[in-house]
């Protein structure tokens, strides 16, 4: 398949303004109250929506790459896109929680989750030579959307109310999700794009993929940087008034440095993994959040000491998670990876309601910090040690002329 640079970079365009439309749904937090006052309703029970959004978004992941299959990446998206959009327009007459939770919740976190997994493994696709940056462009598209919406909706909110907040929200998000796919294209892999440091790379299915230890491995890497960094973003404000000392507007202050530093992270991180390695990107960061959590367990928190612990796990969070899919890609192929990563993304899900559970177990911030600490520095040291699968194998070399593949020799060189 051949397909100019500047056809790559309009699919780009395109995948960018899809994930910022995707990603308006971690505005979430702006609704709850509003939602409080204008029903009646209990904040707990309003802020479950979200939950509710998170979940699905991560379950949807897994059936994601069969629906690809089926109906095309651009179909795909736009019907995701209008899903979304109607979720959230609909949204705007509920009238009970249980419809919110359907709506707000299954409905808008399924069609999230099909769109977000399918555009990014698509558009790594494109760049098999460039994943990391590409991952990062991506994902700090998803995260840039969730910035800029809180000021959007926020004024949404305050202008019109919170019911009609949700039509224009959801026309919008409709709007970006359904035009952006109009400009993405789909990746076929051949030999021409699934090429690795030179040598034709296994595409592992789904079954294959999970009959390898390195599979459970990088789940569990996953796992925790999700349940590190996802725990800390839900509670970033509690930790400054509570442990910190900080008055609560100059804690909420966090809130955006999180979004900032986790963006950034995102872009940062992303690129340098295809200079140094990704593995090493994930050990690095593992290593620095096992620190910052060290600190929040062990030291008395100043101003300074305080947020700058809170940004470097944002900031490692951000990375790691765009890093992984180009793992995902660099150990078992880029014909599936959808469907791969999907299973893997699990990590994430499963991270967001974990950090609550455990720190209720345990009985507050402190232990919990405690536990993140070990679970990074046992993640750092899997990150070490994990190579793809197969790595040491022969493999089948590839000759170039001018970008173009020309013929197919065995080497028996390690891949």
């Known amino acids: 398949m051949k397909t100019s640079l500047d056809r790559r970079w309009l699919i780009v365009i395109g995948t960018i303004i899809v994930q910022m439309g995707l990603g308006t749904i971690y505005t979430w937090s702006l609704f709850n109250q509003p939602l409080v006052d204008h029903f009646g309703w209990k904040l707990n029970s309003v802020s479950m929506t979200f939950s509710i959004t998170s979940l699905a978004l991560a379950l ?29 327009i609909i949204s705007s007459q509920v009238s009970s929680l249980w419809m919110l939770y359907i709506l707000a919740g299954v409905i808008v976190g399924a069609a999230d989750g099909t769109a977000y997994i399918t555009s990014l493994s ?43 907040a949700f039509f224009y929200w959801g026309l919008i998000v409709l709007i970006m999700v359904v035009g952006g796919s109009f400009l993405v294209k789909e990746a076929k892999i051949g030999q021409e ?22 599979a459970y491995l990088l789940f569990v890497i996953f796992f925790t940087t999700c349940m590190s960094g996802l725990f800390l973003i839900g509670i970033v404000k509690d930790i400054g008034v509570k442990m910190a000392g900080l008055d609560i507007e100059t804690a909420s202050n966090a809130v955006a440095l999180v979004a900032i530093f986790n963006t950034s992270g995102r872009i940062i991180l992303g690129a340098l993994s295809d200079k140094v390695g990704r593995l090493r990107v994930v050990s690095f960061a593992l290593l620095v959040t096992a620190a910052a959590v060290t600190v929040l367990s062990f030291v008395h928190l100043t101003y300074g000491l305080f947020f700058a612990s809170v940004a470097a796990i944002a900031f490692c969070f951000g990375g790691n998670i765009t890093v992984f899919p180009a793992i995902v890609a660099d150990f078992f192929g880029l014909k599936n990876q959808s469907k791969n990563y999907g299973i893997i993304y699990q990590g994430f899900g499963i991270g967001a309601i974990s950090g609550s559970f455990i720190a209720s177990s345990l009985g507050g911030f402190i232990p919990t910090f405690k536990l993140i600490a070990v679970l990074s520095i046992v993640s750092v040291i899997i990150a070490i040690m994990i190579n793809a699968p197969g790595n040491g194998k022969p493999t089948t070399k590839v000759k170039r002329n001018n970008g173009n593949i020309n013929s197919l020799t065995p080497d028996t060189r390690a891949s």
């Not at 790594?124 to 998803?142: C, H, Q």
Request: without cysteine; hydrophobic residues 45%.
């Open 122 to 164: 698509n558009l790594i696709k494109w760049f098999p030579e460039r994943k990391g940056l590409i991952s990062g462009i991506s994902v700090g598209a998803y995260g840039t959307g969730s910035l800029l919406f809180k000021f959007i909706n926020g004024s949404f909110i305050e202008s019109v109310g919170v019911t009609q």
């Open 193 to 214: 794009l699934n090429v690795q440091n030179g040598s034709v790379q296994k595409d592992y299915t789904v079954k294959e993929m999970l009959r390898t230890k390195e």
């Open 60 to 88: 949807a992941t897994l059936v994601a790459g069969k629906l690809q299959d089926k109906f095309g990446i651009r179909r795909l998206l736009i019907g995701a896109g209008i899903v979304l959009g109607a979720g959230l």
